[in-house]
């Protein structure tokens, strides 16, 4: 099973910084199978970006992914109010294994 | 287009309870179906997949304990849950896909507590 460790685990940011967000697979992973998810407290996960890069639609573009092999960043360009919350890597190898999440807080 | 789930509850150890989630907007036989869960305070954990052929698969901490099936008259997902126990407190989401590898739609979930 491929385990996905996420850093940092907590993130202090002000709006409008530049939020940067790591995903670190313990082997491999495809890029069309690296997937980011936003959850804000007692809501469901939301897609925001798949296939490492592609944003999910309606996503605004202030978000981006990168990344290939074992690492794979989120960066939130310019932090809005709306964005702070816990953010979700998730793979597809053998099985769907997620991160264990970033918060994101003010 | 949305996933509405129902039927979580108190249920004590060994004991079994039924979740569905109701699609609107699309056909679930059409589509690969997941369920996913969501321990108090932890992360995501994939948990059950049924395929648009009908092929199922799962987790192995709850398989032939979990059965997950779909009624395409209904429209409607569904997990079997048996022999429950305290670690399988969660929120259960249901959610489309994977598309790819991803999942594209979620539900708003469903809470499972599983306690004396």
């Known amino acids: 099973e491929v385990v996905l460790t996420q850093s940092p685990g907590t993130l202090s940011l002000s709006p409008g910084e530049r939020a940067t967000l790591s995903c670190r697979a313990s082997q491999s992973v495809s890029s069309s199978y690296l997937a980011w998810y936003q959850q804000k407290p007692g809501q469901a996960p939301r897609l925001l970006i798949y296939g490492a890069s592609r944003r999910a639609t309606g996503i605004p573009d202030r978000f981006s992914g990168s990344g290939s092999g074992t690492d794979f960043i989120l960066t939130i360009s310019r932090l809005q109010p709306e964005d702070f919350a816990v953010y979700y890597c998730q793979q597809f190898g053998s099985s769907w294994t997620f991160g264990q999440g970033t918060k994101l807080e003010i | 287009v949305q996933l509405v789930e129902s039927g979580g509850g108190l249920i004590q150890p060994g004991g079994s309870l039924r979740l569905s989630c109701a699609a609107s907007g699309f056909t679930v036989g059409s589509k690969y179906m997941t369920w996913v869960r969501q321990a108090p305070g932890k992360g995501l954990d994939w948990v059950s997949i049924i395929y648009n052929s009908g092929r199922t698969d799962y987790t192995d901490s709850v398989r032939g304990r979990f059965t997950i099936s779909r009624d395409n008259s209904n429209n409607t997902l569904y997990l079997q849950m048996n022999s429950l126990r305290v670690e399988d407190t969660a929120l259960y989401y249901c959610?489309?896909?994977?598309?790819?590898?991803?999942?594209?739609?979620w539900g708003q979930g469903t809470l499972v507590t599983v306690s004396s």
């Open positions: 959610a489309r896909g994977p598309v790819a590898a991803h999942f594209d739609l």
